[in-house]
């Protein structure tokens, strides 16, 4: 069996939560709530996984609100 790697925020670990689900633009993206007491964002691909980013925000909002930022990119970067 394998054991959580505790160098990475682990969702099993306590402290860890999920803050908001969201679509935007058509892509559901995570806000959680880590262990390290801050917050990061995952979009959900369409094949079901989940591309993770490393950056921290200090709220829920700022996470939220750079997730947006970062799906516009994405998609002004693929329609560009």
């Given at each position: 069996m394998m054991?959580?790697?505790h160098e990475?925020?682990?969702p099993?670990?306590?402290g860890?939560?999920?803050e908001e689900v969201l679509i935007y633009c058509g892509v559901m993206t995570?806000?959680?709530y880590t262990n390290s007491k801050c917050y990061q964002f995952g979009v959900v691909a369409e094949d079901g996984?989940?591309?993770r980013r490393e950056e921290i925000y200090y709220t829920a909002g700022g996470a939220r609100?750079?997730?947006k930022n970062w799906?516009?990119?994405k998609n002004f970067e693929n329609n560009g």
């Open positions: 054991q959580p790697n990475v925020n682990n099993f670990e306590p860890f939560r999920l995570l806000v959680f996984s989940v591309e609100e750079a997730a799906i516009a990119l």
